[in-house]
């Protein structure tokens, strides 16, 4: 293809040889790290299904109402024979792990460095250490039977739109996507509704992704009617593992 006269220089044509080799060894030793993020995960939790993944406020202190209230849905999700899978910091992400520690099931956290917020929290059977936001959120999706989100931020946000985008386009297998927090997400469904609904911007029964239940009881039902009116199992089957390793 022409590019018309532009110059787009090539790492092999710079003049700076000793550049040039620094560069590439350190970008290949960046795609290492990352390959190696995902072997451990794989290697970790490839046979820890059934899972749910649980996400909410980093900054959400034991005292708030959704901290107890996560704990006791993850106990109760630990009980039923999920293994509970969260981000392993503090907040939601603590009294998820915390109520599936105590429970029947793994309690596994997918940790993150990160320059503030994150710390490690002590309530995890499975510890996964990542440097890289990507190959996590990989890991949160793929090794998840379901998804439960209570109130967060820019990044509970970031991880349950990721989720409705894979399942929407037809990259990961449908999953419960079940948001706990009526109240709090009240406005994002109504804007939902009345702006990507109706400005087309999502067909109606993109609607049908999400959930919303308040009751700890009924998250665990939710999540094992799905896969009773499925009549599957909640371990996907050989077609949606091959639609998992194109995430």
Not at 79 to 108: L, R
Not at 159 to 166: I, R, V, W, Y
């Amino acid at each position: 293809m022409e590019l018309r006269g532009k110059n787009v220089p090539r790492l092999r044509e710079v003049d700076d040889i000793e550049r040039a080799t620094a560069k590439k060894a350190r970008e290949s030793w960046h795609v290492l790290t990352i390959m190696a993020e995902f072997i451990e995960s794989t290697e970790r939790l490839s046979e820890l299904r059934p899972a749910v993944s649980i996400f909410g406020s980093a900054r959400t202190k034991p005292d708030d109402p959704h901290y107890a209230l996560c704990v006791d849905i993850a106990r109760r999700l630990s009980d039923a024979g999920f293994a509970v899978i969260s981000g392993g910091g503090p907040g939601i992400m603590e009294a998820a792990n915390k109520g599936a520690f105590d429970g029947a099931s793994p309690s596994v956290g997918l940790n993150i460095e990160l320059p503030h917020e994150q710390h490690g929290n002590g309530w995890q059977d499975i510890s996964l250490s990542f440097r890289h936001f990507f190959a996590r959120k990989v890991a949160f999706v793929k090794y998840a039977d379901a998804y439960v989100v209570l109130p967060g931020g820019f990044g509970t946000l970031d991880e349950l739109t990721e989720a409705l985008t894979l399942m929407q386009t037809g990259k990961s297998r449908l999953m419960p996507v079940i948001l706990v927090g009526s109240k709090f997400w009240a406005g994002l469904m109504e804007w939902i509704r009345t702006r990507l609904v109706d400005d087309g911007m999502i067909s109606a029964k993109d609607l049908d992704l999400l959930q919303v239940i308040d009751d700890p009881a009924e998250v665990v039902v939710a999540v094992q009617k799905f896969y009773a009116a499925r009549q599957k199992p909640a371990d996907p089957e050989d077609t949606e593992r091959q639609t998992g390793m194109y995430l």
